[in-house]
């Protein structure tokens, strides 16, 4: 994946916008950082992701799923692009916008969802 990938599949919800985030490509949701491409320009800075669920993921998948010390107190994980499939990266990309999402947005996307 690219973040041109990430960028194709969120622009399609309502509420995101591109932006940018430290210097870096980002797209946002009401003015608030829904994921930010990282300076190495292959990671995805996800937010949204429970220190838990970030153990689980680093630990079963450690070729797509990072943090670095800077994101080890954050609900956030890294996920290298180069490596992930947009099964992996759509699901926790939705669940975050759902967080930013107006809940009037998030319930006609719902129900226009199959």
Request: proline share 8%; aromatic share 8%; glycine share 4%.
């Amino acid at each position: 994946m690219t973040f041109d990938d990430i960028r194709h599949i969120a622009l399609a919800w309502p509420e995101v916008e591109d932006g940018t985030s430290y210097g870096t490509p980002a797209l946002k949701v009401r003015k608030k950082m829904l994921v930010r491409l990282k300076e190495d320009g292959d990671s995805l800075v996800m937010p949204g992701v429970p220190p838990d669920e970030r153990d689980m993921l680093v630990e079963s998948q450690p070729e797509i799923f990072y943090f670095t010390d800077h994101y080890r107190d954050y609900p956030t994980v890294l996920i290298r692009l180069s490596k992930a499939k947009r099964a992996t990266v759509e699901p926790l990309l939705r669940r975050h916008w759902r967080t930013l999402a107006s809940k009037k947005a998030v319930r006609i996307t719902t129900s226009s969802s199959p």
